[in-house]
């Protein structure tokens, strides 16, 4: 584990009816840091993202938070710790929008005044901009109204969590997958904001435009396993989006000012092996 990296995965492997989901990752996720996933469709991101958050159990090797353990931090102090936002959330029960926000402040929030805890609550609805929707029945949402009032909810765990832990991750597994485009940047502004305080941020993505655009540092998975890491200008290139997404680029026009890499706007997909 690296001295500053606040979870820290180490040859972790995970399988299942026979299959190596995750084969022998290497992950540290440190403070401050926007790491962003990507690799097409059954690469593994979403099972490595839940390997580092506690959800399911590594088959092979370890995870460290601080140092510590995944597996041996109960989880009342795990969820001070680290907040996520899964890709599916289903609930049964007729809440309100408000209730579900409330959901995050529950647990890891009870130490705080209930005054604080409400204010808590409408912060976070306002941040991620669903405060209208306070009242409404979250079945009554759309998917994308749903996947904001989620994100309120991980922000109010996140900062509730604050109270109890001193160093914290942020774990987004493809949050912007039901989102428009103004939702899609202003939610990886947040994110951002976010790892600027000291927090460390994974974020699953399909987009790569977005994913160099956000990204401090770039992880590139394909069939389980972790292929590329660094910074996005130095990650992605035309020989790893051939080998890894099947696609010759045609660089037909330059990147924008300031972006490492844009996709063109003339592509051609490479034939099935």
């Not at 305080?197 to 401090?216: E, I, K, Q």
Request: hydrophobic letters at 50%; aromatic letters at 4%.
């Amino acid at each position: 584990m690296s001295e500053t990296a606040i979870i820290s995965g180490q040859g972790l492997g995970y399988a299942a009816d026979g299959r190596m989901l995750v084969d022998d990752a290497t992950l540290d996720l440190a403070p401050g840091t926007t790491t962003i996933l990507i690799g097409p469709n059954g690469a593994g991101k979403s099972t490595l993202l839940k390997l580092l958050t506690g959800e399911v159990k590594p088959s092979a090797g370890s995870i460290l938070i601080d140092g510590e353990a995944l597996q041996a931090i109960p989880a009342w102090r795990l969820a001070c710790l680290r907040s996520v936002m899964a890709q599916h959330a289903r609930l049964a029960f007729p809440f309100s929008v408000y209730e579900v926000v409330h959901l995050g402040a529950d647990g890891v929030g009870r130490a705080l005044p209930r005054q604080r805890r409400e204010a808590l609550v409408a912060e976070c609805l306002a941040a991620a901009g669903v405060l209208d929707l306070a009242g409404r029945r979250y079945q009554t949402l759309s998917g994308g109204e749903q996947q904001r009032v989620q994100f309120a909810r991980v922000l109010c765990q996140l900062e509730a969590g604050r109270s109890v832990a001193g160093r914290q991750v942020l774990f987004l597994d493809e949050p912007i997958a039901s989102l428009d485009l103004c939702h899609q940047l202003a939610l990886l502004d947040m994110a951002r904001s976010i790892a600027a305080r000291g927090v460390a941020v994974l974020v699953v993505l399909h987009d790569l435009n977005l994913a160099v655009t956000y990204a401090d540092h770039l992880v590139v998975m394909d069939q389980g396993r972790i292929i590329a890491q660094g910074p996005p200008a130095k990650t992605l290139d035309d020989a790893l989006l051939r080998q890894v997404f099947k696609v010759d680029l045609s660089l037909s026009r330059a990147p924008a000012p300031g972006l490492p890499f844009l996709l063109p706007q003339q592509h051609r997909a490479l034939p099935a092996a």
